[in-house]
């Protein structure tokens, strides 16, 4: 932040199109309204496993300039739903519809890190009006049908391991597989974490994000798109959807074995971020 900045904080409370309700913290300068329409709030969508406290580091790294919304994606943190049928790609894009019209925004940049990612996605492709710009960390794979048979399985067995063994139990054989980052956010969020609402949320594994980054061709809000590491979130699909995107862009930095806390996280993301929402005239 810079010297001498202060920021506001807020916890909101809102709705989903099916009535669930839904959480999501704010950080603003002080004295500045939480959006306008001239200075877009920046809305950013944590991961699958972790909750909105994995962005509050970044968040106040970049809140001294703009508005910052944190949800809990439905399934996460207080975002408690426990009804498998209503975690879908559909209803994931109508929540954050839903928070920009509870926010009163017109349009936002919205920007997310793996699931939160892939909602982004999601969402510029259905309302792209209501995107001013995007932000794409560590981008999940979009999976062929064999790969989708096989993440099926992989979310089923996670939520059967949720109810029958509890949360820990059930992250701890994944977490060795993924970056450290991803194991310290996950770790961190499984007391504020309802089992049954996260065995819901791997429902969304039978749920189809794309069939091909190829359908993403004609989104043309601006994206800033940093490349993950590992399996689930490879290099490659970060550098397709650069390529593909009219208005997308590679970022430099990207996740390593070094970061290792949600600071860390901040440290390595913020400057790039604040880099692209200064040269898309937000204000």
């Not at 920009?100 to 999601?122: P, Q, W």
């Not at 994944?174 to 007391?191: E, F, H, K, Q």
């Not at 949600?262 to 913020?270: G, I, M, R, T, V």
């Amino acid at each position: 932040m810079r010297a001498g900045s202060k920021l506001s904080t807020a916890e909101l409370t809102y709705r989903g199109s099916d009535g669930c309700p839904l959480y999501a913290a704010a950080f603003r300068p002080t004295g500045q309204p939480a959006v306008a329409d001239d200075d877009p709030a920046v809305v950013l969508l944590h991961g699958g496993g972790p909750d909105h406290h994995m962005f509050v580091p970044l968040a106040t790294q970049l809140a001294d300039r703009h508005a910052v919304v944190l949800p809990d994606i439905r399934g996460y943190g207080r975002s408690i739903c426990s009804d498998p049928a209503c975690h879908s790609w559909a209803r994931y894009t109508e929540d954050v519809v839903a928070l920009l019209d509870h926010l009163g925004a017109r349009r936002a940049v919205v920007g997310g890190a793996g699931l939160g990612a892939t909602i982004t996605l999601r969402t510029a492709l259905a309302h792209p009006t209501r995107l001013h710009a995007a932000i794409l960390i560590s981008v999940e794979d979009i999976e062929d049908d064999e790969a989708k048979e096989a993440e099926i399985a992989f979310m089923d067995v996670f939520a059967a391991r949720v109810r029958s063994d509890g949360i820990e139990a059930a992250w701890e054989p994944i977490l060795r597989d993924l970056s450290p980052i991803i194991g310290t956010m996950v770790r961190d969020a499984i007391p504020r974490t309802d089992p049954g609402s996260l065995a819901a949320a791997a429902a969304i594994g039978r749920d189809r994000s794309f069939r091909s980054v190829d359908e993403l061709a004609e989104v043309d809000v601006p994206m800033l798109i940093f490349p993950g590491i590992d399996w689930r979130h490879p290099p490659a699909m970060a550098e397709a959807l650069a390529r593909i995107l009219p208005n997308g862009r590679l970022a430099a930095a990207t996740l390593s074995a070094d970061i290792e806390t949600p600071e860390d996280f901040a440290q390595a993301f913020a400057p790039a971020i604040r880099d692209f929402l200064a040269s898309i005239r937000l204000r």
